[in-house]
């Protein structure tokens, strides 16, 4: 399958004025399989090498994960809203398999990450499988990233998703971001968003790569970040080394440090 073109100017320029966007178009099909693959390779490395399947920053121990979190569309996006300099605070995976009662609960990322002030944040969730409807692809709340911080309750639910179960009660209409294997979405900090199960048969794969400018803070701990483009003239964060090899030692040290710090919740 060829790839459409990304228009990142327009993509900058809706994401700003709604605080979501999709689709993206960032990798073939075939690419995103390869992803998955490599996915699935980290996480058995992860429990070899870790004792645990790790779901954050995987960037900093796959090179082939690397690639996507600073591949070149992807950046393209990041800097058409971020402006050059940005640092990659974070990736994670959700997967959800086919048939599966994991959900995930109406929240605010901004809710528990720390990170002030949230605007010159945006997160990209690139689909490595299709997410659609029938799936529990992710879904937005229109309109709520002008609703400041709501309130939100940790709800304890085995099958939310969520590291804390933040929820919040919204009760208006949603917005479904459906997306085709190696699309993406935009969504911002503030922006209610959330997912249902995935009543499908396949499985439903999304890696989430979190960008922020430099200027951003911190306010829980020292934390580190990727610097993936620029320069960061802000000392903020603690900057990690990308991964040129799988699993090295150093990289492994540098993983377990970077976990520990408020943008790992390791
Ligand atoms: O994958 C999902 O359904 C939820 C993802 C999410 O909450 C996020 O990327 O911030
Ligand atoms: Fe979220």
Redesign the pocket.
């Known amino acids: 399958m060829s790839l459409s073109n990304l228009d990142a100017p327009h993509v900058a320029e809706n994401f700003l004025a709604h605080r979501f966007y999709a689709p993206v178009p960032i990798l073939t099909q075939e690419e995103a399989t390869e992803v998955v693959n490599a996915f699935q390779q980290f996480e058995l490395d992860s429990l070899a090498h870790l004792g645990k399947v790790h779901r954050f920053k995987a960037h900093l121990l796959s090179p082939d994960l690397a690639r996507i979190a600073t591949h070149p569309r992807v950046l393209a996006v990041a800097t058409a809203i971020l402006g050059p300099d940005v640092l990659l605070w974070s990736s994670?995976f959700?997967v959800?398999p086919g048939g599966s009662t994991g959900?995930?609960s109406w929240?605010q990322?901004s809710t528990h990450a720390g990170l002030d002030p949230t605007d010159d944040i945006v997160?990209l969730?690139l689909a490595l499988t299709p997410?659609k409807s029938a799936s529990?692809?992710?879904?937005v709340i229109a309109g709520t990233h002008d609703a400041g911080q709501l309130t939100h309750t940790n709800k304890e639910d085995a099958d939310n998703?969520?590291f804390f179960g933040q929820t919040v009660d919204v009760e208006s209409d949603s917005v479904a971001l459906p997306l085709e294997a190696g699309e993406a979405s935009l969504?911002s900090m503030r922006i209610v968003?959330?997912?249902e199960p995935n009543r499908s048969d396949g499985p439903?794969i999304?890696m989430?790569l979190?960008f922020i400018h430099p200027s951003v803070r911190q306010t829980k701990a020292r934390d580190s970040a990727t610097l993936v483009a620029g320069v960061d003239a802000f000392n903020h964060f603690d900057h990690e080394p990308i991964p040129t090899s799988h699993f090295a030692s150093d990289a492994i040290a540098a993983f377990k440090d970077a976990i520990r710090r408020p943008s790992g919740l390791g």
């Open positions: 994670d959700f959800k959900y995930v929240h990322d997160n969730w997410s529990g692809c992710l879904r998703m969520l969504h968003h959330g997912s439903r999304g989430v979190r």
